[in-house]
């Protein structure tokens, strides 16, 4: 189901209901961009610690923003049957009394959900409008000191037309004249009453309906009184709340602390903390801590289906719709009648019979039903006929505990980021030392061209003629010591700490000189003799 601004106020309290009642809550984002360019050497990196990749994904969530977001709400009708609504959420982020926001698009990620489909007229036109605790902050700062300031440039030539009609008319106009300003849209309403009001200490302003709105010419008096009504449509309370958007639903699934499931999902958890809580923090260890704190129970389906892989008969699927499908394939679960019967409501019912990859509700619905069936398949390992028959959602929870709060870490020096814990080390092969002889000016992406037609390496210079390489596959390791061993001008072997570290061969080399000194100085300055 799509919801835009149009729709959300509406939705809202459904919403609330339904995420209150849920089992479990599935989540998937679509984004203008993945990974900044600038600074340059952004990219995700086997040589990432986890401190050092947050600080890369921050400065990316920090110029990007969310378009779509997928909330699959996930209810359990009885121990054996699931029903899911799932949901589109096209975001914008407000322009109503705060800073304009700058948006960064990525080509490729605009030509990659372009390519599946995704409508940006519903992002641009009908994004619901959201904000972070800072920014709200701000607002109510601004409505408390009457310093209201209109940043859509939309909305300024609506509004300044609107004080040109309401000035030219007050100057003729008699107490309780009133005239009707029309044809203005719902956040154009609330900037053209606010600047009226704040200019104007003689008018009062109501909205009607067919996006209309009110004038009317009153005393200060009558204006002060009517100021304190709670019939105000201007209320700092009600701006507060149409401001936030859909930070209201982002607040109301916080409050409901209930299981949230996605697929590779730090991103997600970023671009989560830095548009509706605070603006991520420099600390990575402040954001685990953060995040921990408002979703005390994550559960990525990456880290669940990369750990049992190994221990069932899987075809190698690189996405999350391909995991689906063999997790749904009848040669994993032969007609199976203990396993989870899965239903979409009416309002998702699209997502049945067809597939709709990289539509952000879709991949919440499969984040979901990937994590009731793998659940399924470690419950089947280790209970009787009996208990299968009867599974329930908190004993799937039992069966995942050791993956939650784990969300997988891709491509770096960690196997998980742990957000209840210590991060999970993994075991990759050794590095690699590329020594180079006869090949000047030789640098990194020279190196990965040359060696981008037998494997794939993550490359570091290490000094001026030698680099580093990582890999995340033994066979590519193997491969490339065997296939340079006898090369000219690239000697390729085993990295040794002792051997090829240049603070050490340093350290041994200062060491050397300093035991060489001393030495001769031993030989040259003797013990004097003693004559008889």
Known sequence: MDVGAADFARCLPCLRDR??????????????????AFPQN?????????????????????????????????????????????????????TLGVMDAELTLSASSIQFLSHYGFDYNKF?????????????????????????????????????KAIDEVTCWIAAAKEG????????????????????????????TQPLRDNEVLVKKVSPQHRRLLESSSHDSCRKELILTSARGFTNLFQIIVKAKKPLVGHNMLMDL???????????PESYEEFKKNIHHLFPVLIDTKTVTKSIWKNYQFPRVSNLLEVYEVLCSSDLNPMD????????????????????????????FLCGSVLLKSAHLLLCRLTDDAAKADSSFSQYLTMLAEYLNKVNFIR?????????????????????????????????RQIYQELQPLCHFDIRRLSENQFILLSNRFKHVIRVLHDYKDHPKLQISVYGRWRHSPHVNCLLKVSGIVALWSLLAFLLGGSPSCSP
């Open 19 to 36: 995420v209150g009642r849920a089992a479990f809550l599935g989540l998937d984002m679509e984004f203008t961009g993945l990974h900044s």
């Open 42 to 94: 952004n990219q995700p990196s086997l040589f990432d610690s986890p401190a050092e990749r947050y600080q890369k994904v921050r400065r990316s969530v920090q110029r990007f923003t969310i378009t779509q977001l997928g909330l699959a709400i996930f209810s359990e009708e009885n121990s054996n049957k699931y029903v899911v609504h799932s949901y589109n959420f096209f975001l914008f982020p407000s």
């Open 124 to 160: 641009l036109k009908d994004g619901i409008p959201y904000m972070n605790e800072l920014q709200e902050k701000i607002l109510s700062q601004r409505l408390l000191e009457g310093s209201w300031k209109v940043y859509s440039a939309l909305n300024m030539n609506v509004v300044k």
């Open 177 to 204: 004249d009133a005239m009707i300003l029309q044809e203005l849209s719902d956040s154009q309403m609330l900037d053209v009453q606010l600047v009226l009001r704040q200019a104007l200490p003689n008018v009062w």
């Open 270 to 280: 970023c671009h989560l903390h830095d548009k509706f809580y605070n603006p991520l």
């Open 337 to 364: 009648p203990s396993c989870p019967v899965i239903d979409l409501a009416s309002d998702s019912v699209r997502y049945a019979g067809k597939a709709a990859p990289h539509e952000a509700a879709y991949d919440a």
């Open 412 to 444: 770096g020096g960690v196997s998980s980021i742990n957000f209840s814990g210590e991060d999970a080390s993994c075991r990759y092969p050794p590095p690699l030392v590329v020594c180079v002889r006869g090949w000047p000016r030789l640098d990194e």
